[in-house]
């Protein structure tokens, strides 16, 4: 591991739902209700230069709450026929305008119809009270894009496959266990957000840390009910702290530089709802992970603090067509946009073997 568990210890594990350290913030509980057909920024405003390879257009799909969800769609130029679609999101707390739309972006150019979405109650998406995430509403937003993505004359629906990036990797693997429909998986950088959040980085927290954080959260749930505020955990911590270890450092390298900042990214600025990790205490992500039949790659960097994650969820996964794929020299954040780093070549021959 790169990190002492004394280290660790002295991270508290909202820390970990949010990504980063907190800052203080609040959602009014008394938002107004956003319009049933979500107003979509239609300007480019991604963290990533626009491809000239590829079509790109706004879309909106619903899951079966019934929450609309917002979603950039892109397809190769020239396209014909029908195609294999990748449906992408991630890292927790970000936008579909930073990771999630470079690896879609990436994936169109070689040749598949891609989506890159908000989740439930982030970014451009809709949901009331703003800024919270479920394990089951947000594993069910990747089935919704499966759902869209049948319904397309574009797309072949025997050929679909997603791609979760950091806590949506859990989602993403969460989401392979439970639809059949969905072929093959990438999670890269991987978190299991369930995991983090009730045992602490590596598992350091025992029962008694688990019921004095559900003791503070439904404190503050009281407290946010008598306000009729909802207080936010924060986002990357700023200014970042001279003694703050390398992985905050470089949460903060991508989320609050010009790198990977977004006005809408929660990592950027205030976070999550506080009291939004409590369903993940009690909800494991990963319980039926081994009864996943179809193709699953994780990939992670050799350096990253979350490494762990992905080996221990590999050694789950049951069936020749699994893989871990760890990338020399590579930290966490490596693996959100840095394409020298990013597997593209090994990503598309997983999708080309496994969407066919």
């Given at each position: 591991m790169f990190l002492t568990r004394k280290t660790m210890k002295r991270l508290i594990v909202l820390a970990a739902a949010a990504g980063v350290v907190m800052l203080a913030g609040c959602t009014n509980l008394k938002n107004e209700r956003r319009m049933e057909t979500l107003n979509l920024t239609h300007e480019w405003d991604k963290t990533f230069p626009e491809s000239e390879k590829v079509t790109h257009s706004k879309i909106i799909f619903r899951n079966r709450y019934g929450i609309e969800l917002a979603a950039d769609l892109y397809k190769p130029v020239q396209a014909e026929g029908k195609l294999a679609a990748i449906a992408v999101s991630g890292p927790f707390g970000a936008v579909k305008e930073q990771a999630s739309g470079l690896y879609a972006q990436t994936m169109a150019e070689r040749g598949f119809l891609t989506l890159a979405f908000d989740p439930s109650y982030t970014g451009e998406s809709g949901g009331e009270p703003r800024y919270v995430a479920s394990p089951d509403i947000n594993t069910e937003d990747f089935c919704a894009a499966v759902d869209y993505l049948t319904?397309?004359?574009?797309?072949?629906?025997?050929?679909?496959?997603?791609?979760?990036?950091?806590?949506?990797?859990?989602?993403g693997l969460n989401a392979a266990a439970i639809d059949t429909r969905i072929k093959a998986t990438v999670a890269s950088t991987m978190y299991d957000m369930s995991r983090v959040t009730a045992n602490g980085y590596f598992d350091a927290m025992d029962a008694d840390g688990r019921y004095e954080l559900r003791r503070q959260l439904n404190a503050q749930r009281t407290e946010d009910?008598?306000?009729?505020?909802?207080?936010?955990?924060?986002?990357?911590?700023?200014p970042l702290p001279e003694d703050a270890p390398q992985f905050v450092k470089d949460y903060y390298g991508y989320y609050k530089t010009p790198r990977g900042y977004h006005v809408r990214s929660l990592n950027s600025n205030d976070g999550w709802n506080r009291t939004s990790v409590l369903s993940f205490l009690n909800m494991p992500l990963l319980a039926y992970s081994d009864e996943i039949r179809s193709a699953v790659l994780l990939v992670h960097g050799e350096k990253a603090h979350s490494r762990y994650f992905s080996e221990d969820a590999f050694r789950k996964l049951r069936g020749e067509n699994k893989e871990l794929l760890i990338i020399p020299d590579a930290n966490h954040t490596d693996l959100y946009d840095r394409p020298d780093k990013i597997p593209f070549d090994r990503i598309e021959a997983f999708f080309r073997a496994n969407l066919k």
């Open positions: 319904t397309r004359d574009d797309v072949d629906p025997e050929r679909i496959g997603i791609i979760g990036i950091c806590g949506w990797g859990g989602m009910a008598k306000n009729g505020l909802y207080v936010r955990a924060g986002g990357v911590v700023d």
